[in-house]
């Protein structure tokens, strides 16, 4: 909701109109990304009819797509497989990046990281929040993965430690793992937006939202005005009191002239019987150039060509 000033000096609340660009140009970029035209094999016959049902299993064509959505919107998107005991496959685990912490890294690489993991449980009356800390670490050239779990009755706060069984989803996770065999971490991070230009050291890149944020309000207050102009610039008929005042006919029921539920009719105070129209002109090119100028912006700073969109 935003409050602005009425005409009898009041303060009043309204909803917020505004135009989901962000979702648009990131939808827009996993598409052109990944699609039905991308194919991913490997030449050993064994390992890639392995590759292929691993992703059948996840349903890698559908899922992933979605989750590269959330990745250009937030900067970057992590992959992580592990094993289902109940079905004994290969699953592939989503990590946003917000949920992800890089360790240890370099420009062009992240080989340690922590992956947070949060579930609500209902105690009583109270919600408490369990945090799942996934750290994966390197040792003398050791890969491990270690669990940490977390309890807070505070979203805000990740808590004090607890042991894993405290939660039964985690019970027959242990706290150390040694990976043996191991050359590289487990997950995957993947730059989608390319480099980080607000942070240049960072390993983790940006989501498209971070360079266009200032067009992105422009744009949603400048869709914001022109649907309230539209809500404001109905007709309206302006008439004299004279008009309202109600009558009755012989039998005693009032006669009215007007629709009193309509906003249409509005009524002054005058000497003087009369009816007037008042029907405001709908500035509708202006608001729709400005628009489409901001969407030139947004198409130039998160990689399109212009004229990609248009309202």
Partial sequence: EVRYLSSEGNYEK???HSLNVSKVVSHKLAKLVFNDGCSIS?????AD???QEVFNNNKFRKNFGEELEAGYA????VLRPYYDEANKTIKIAYCRADTFYPLESNTNDISEAAIATVTQVSEGKKNIRYTLLEFHEWEDGKYFIRNELYRSENEQEVGIRVPLNSLAK???LQDEVYM???TRPIFVYIKLAGKNNIDVSSPLSLGIIDNAKRQLLDINDKYDQ???EIEEAGRKILASDDFFKVRYNEEGMPIKRFDSKTGVFQ???SDEPFIDEFAPSLRSSEFISSINFILRIIELETGFSSGTFSF
């Fill in 226 to 228: 022109f649907m309230r």
């Fill in 49 to 51: 009819r392995f590759l």
């Fill in 267 to 269: 009524r002054m105070r």
């Fill in 74 to 77: 937030i900067g970057g998107l």
């Fill in 180 to 182: 043996e065999h191991f």
């Fill in 42 to 46: 490997i030449d050993n016959k064994d």
């Fill in 170 to 172: 985690y019970e027959n």
């Fill in 14 to 16: 309204r909803d917020f």
